[in-house]
């Protein structure tokens, strides 16, 4: 197992050559194919989750119960496992006493009295992080009534917004129309507002090319380096975000999140304040990942 170390204080040299010297012993867990390219991009981490059983605790943390945006689903590493090469993450319908229920409560995690849905979210904090460089996902989302799948980085050290939110992937409906979302988020000068560099594409525009689109694996991609984030769904930019524009307010100290470490999240929520009315019907839905994939530029 890789010990977790940081490479927050490093200069940005640095940092790149720690990070391919930490990870280089996991690469060799992947395919040959993914270390090989000719587009000056070198593979420095990736998990191809090709042993069947629970996702590798020396990379992967589970989220635990209600925990943002009044969502639905209750989180737990249950509905989490490999097979057959692929991280499936599945949400299902699942009734069952909130341990967390507190009668009259006015939190919206503690006044619910059943769970009626559970799901999973995964992240590396702690685990792996970094900086700069091409994170790569293959994956197959569930595009049903209240599904909200998403692959997405947060900054450690400081409190969100300030630390930092990239969302390379986010699918739920904008204007009542399904939508594929890229996003990256900031603070400002309150705590919890976020200052937001939004992008969102109909789903219809890519079952237009692809009637069979939401059936597929699809890849999603985030270039960052030090003066720009682009995001990417298939080769198609979604989104290109400036890092001169990318300052925390007050609660920030002025700083730049985007110029530190991010560690990874994927997770599949369901409802709450952007999922939409979950369609019971429709569980189970699962959402399916190929790989997660590291790169940094060779210069």
């Known amino acids: ?55 590798d605790t020396a990379v992967w943390n589970y989220e635990h119960g209600f925990v943002r945006n009044n969502e639905d689903q209750w989180y737990q590493s249950d509905n989490a496992w490999q097979a057959d090469g692929k991280l499936i993450i599945e949400a299902r319908r699942e009734r069952k006493p909130n341990p967390g229920y507190e009668a009259g409560s006015n939190d919206w995690r503690s006044k619910r009295e059943y769970i009626e849905y559970t799901s999973a979210s995964l992240n590396t904090a702690g685990k792996i992080d970094f900086l700069y460089g091409r994170l790569e996902v293959r994956a197959r989302i569930p595009v049903g009534d209240g599904a909200w799948p998403a692959i997405w980085t947060l900054g450690s050290g400081m409190e969100w917004p300030s630390c930092g939110e990239i969302d390379i992937m986010e699918c739920y409906p904008v204007d009542g129309e399904p939508s594929l979302l890229a996003n990256a988020a900031w603070g400002r000068d309150r705590r919890f507002d976020a200052e937001w560099d939004s992008s969102h594409t109909p789903l219809s525009h890519f079952l237009a090319k692809d009637k069979d689109w939401a059936s597929k694996f699809h890849v999603w991609r985030m270039d960052w380096d030090e003066t720009t984030i682009n995001l990417y769904l ?66």
């Open 1 to 55: 197992m890789m010990p977790f170390v940081s490479i927050s204080q490093l200069d940005k040299k640095m940092k790149i050559f720690v990070l391919a010297l930490l990870l280089s012993p996991l690469v060799c867990q992947t395919d040959a194919a993914a270390s090989d390219r000719d587009d000056g991009w070198q593979l420095v981490w990736s998990d191809e989750f090709n042993r069947d059983g629970r996702p």
């Open 234 to 299: 298939d080769d198609e930019l979604l989104n290109s975000v400036p890092l001169s524009k990318t300052i925390n307010g007050t609660i920030g100290n002025h700083t730049n999140p985007f110029t530190k470490p991010q560690y990874v999240l994927l997770n599949l929520a369901l409802g709450g304040d952007n999922g939409g009315k979950v369609d019971a019907s429709a569980m189970q839905m699962r959402y399916e990942i190929d790989y997660v994939r590291i790169y940094r530029k060779v210069k």
